[in-house]
C-alpha cells in the first residue's frame, strides 16, 4: 500500500482509496496552537465532502490549549467575527487533494490536510494558520520568488501515559533514556527499537525523513525533514508532529514537543531553514562573486527578518513555557543577530552553492506551529526585500559569551513578546488585523491562566519559610 494517492481530481482520489481498501478518511486541519483538528469519515461520504466541504463547529478557535476554557473573542472584528454570527456557527472543512495520503499505522485509513473556509463562499478563514502561510507565499510569488523552507524538529519520548491527566513535577517525568548521547551512536541504538519504528513509518507516510539522531536531552530525538515549497514543508511538519505522538502513544510512550519540559533538560527547538527561487527555478541568495557568497537578496532578506524578530517573537514562542529556552548554550535564538555557520547568533548563513545557500531561523521552540513560524520567517524577509533593509555586518563571535546589544536582545517573556506583535506594523500589513487580534487574544488568556497557577516552586520555596 503507498503512502500518498497520485491522482489530481476527486474522482480519481475516490477510485485509487477503493481500490487500496480505504474506509476511514480523517480529516484534518491545524488551530492556532498547532493542534490537529477534525473528523473521521467513512470513504462512502468523502465524495460529498469533496464537492461541498464539511461542517464543523467554530468552537475550537477559542479553545485554550488544555481546553479547560474558552477566550474570549476579541471585540471589532470585521471578517470572521461579524456581530450578527457570535454563537459559534459552523464552519467547512475542505480537504486539500494535493495532500492525500495512507495512514501507515491506521488499518483501511487515509488522510487529507484540509483548509477552513468560511460559509457561502465567504473564503478562507482569516485566522486559519495554513491560510495564512498561503496568503505569504501567494505575495512572494507576486514578487517575483517561490519560496522553499525545511524544519528540524526536536521532540522528548517519555515513558508516560498518553491521553491522561498529568500531575507528575517535572522531576518526576521518566524519558525513554536516562542518560543524553548528542549525536551518540552507542547509546542512540538503546533508542532504536522505536526509533526505527518512527522512521519506517514516516517514511510510508510519504514524509521525507532525511536523518534522525539523539539530541542533548535524556530521550529527545532530532529529526530533520527534506526541503521542499514552504506550504507543503510545513504540512510535512505538522503530519509530522501528530504523527509521532500517535506512533508513542500505540507504543506505550509519550512524546512531547513542549519547549522545555524540565528545567535542566535541554529544550526542543524547530529550526526553520529558508530560501528563495526565482521563476527559472534558481536559488537567489548564492552570489560566487560576493566575498561572503551571499546575494543582495539575500541580506535584504536577512535584513527584514532582522528588523522584525523582536515583533514576530510571539509567533516562534507561543506559550509562556517557551522562553525557558532561551539561556546561554541553550542553542537556541536569543538575539537578533547573524552570522555565517554560527550556532550562537539567531540567524544562521549556511553557505551551500546555487540550491542549498539558505538561512536557519534558530528562534521557534518544538512547540511553535509550522504554519506559523515558516509564515513569520518568510513575512519578515520578505518585508526586507521590499524595503531593502541592511542587515548590518555578520558576526562571527561567541553570541553567548558576550554582552550583546540590547537593541539585538529578543523578549523573554510571552507578555513583552505579545505587546510587540499587537503593535507591530509588518505584522499586520502581512497577517492581517483578524489574525494578529486573535492571535494576541488568545496569547494574553493564557498568560492569564498562568498567573492564577500556583506552582510547584512556589510551595517548595514559600510553604513553610513563609
Known sequence: MTATVNATTASEVLAQLQAQNITTVVLGGCDTHGVMRGKRIPLNGLAEVLEHGMPMCDVFWVMHVDESDLVTRPEGHTGYFPTEREGYPDILTVPDLNTVRIVPWHPGTALFVCDWHLPGGGGT????????????????????????????????????????????????????????????????????????????????????????????????????????????????????????????????????????????????????????????????????????????????????????????????????????????????GTTATWGVDNRSVGLRVIRDGERGTRLEHRQPGGDANPYIATAAVLAGGLHGLANKIDPGDLDQHDIYGRQPDPSAVLPTDLGAAVDLLEVSRPARDWFGDDFVDHYVQMKRAELQAQSLAVTDWEVARYLETM
Not at 512572494?140 to 515513558?159: I, Q
Open 125 to 332: 478563514v482569516p485566522i486559519s494558520p495554513r491560510g495564512l502561510l498561503r496568503q505569504v507565499v501567494s505575495r512572494a510569488r507576486d514578487m517575483g520568488y517561490e519560496p522553499h523552507s525545511a524544519l528540524e524538529l526536536e521532540f522528548y519520548l517519555l515513558r508516560e501515559k498518553a491521553g491522561t491527566p498529568h500531575h507528575k513535577r517535572p522531576d518526576e517525568l521518566v524519558p525513554l533514556q536516562e542518560l543524553p548521547s548528542t549525536y551518540g551512536v552507542v547509546l542512540g541504538s538503546l533508542q532504536e527499537d522505536i526509533g526505527s519504528i518512527i522512521r519506517t513509518q514516516m517514511l510510508d507516510y510519504g514524509l521525507p525523513i532525511e536523518a534522525c539522531n539523539p539530541e542533548t536531552g535524556p530521550g529527545q530525538f532530532e529529526i530533520t525533514l527534506h526541503y521542499g515549497p514552504s506550504l507543503t514543508a510545513a504540512d510535512d511538519a505538522f503530519l509530522f508532529k501528530s504523527g509521532i505522538k500517535e506512533i508513542a502513544a500505540r507504543n506505550d510512550l509519550l512524546a512531547t514537543f513542549m519547549a522545555k519540559p524540565n528545567t535542566n533538560w535541554a529544550g526542543n527547538s524547530c529550526h526553520v531553514h529558508v530560501s528563495l527561487r526565482d521563476e527559472a527555478g534558481r536559488g537567489v541568495f548564492y552570489d560566487q562573486d560576493d566575498p561572503d557568497q551571499l546575494s543582495d537578496t539575500m541580506r535584504y532578506f536577512a535584513g527584514g527578518i532582522l528588523r522584525t524578530m523582536r515583533e514576530f517573537t510571539a509567533l516562534m514562542a507561543p506559550t509562556p513555557n517557551s522562553y525557558r529556552r532561551y539561556t546561554p548554550y541553550s542553542w537556541a
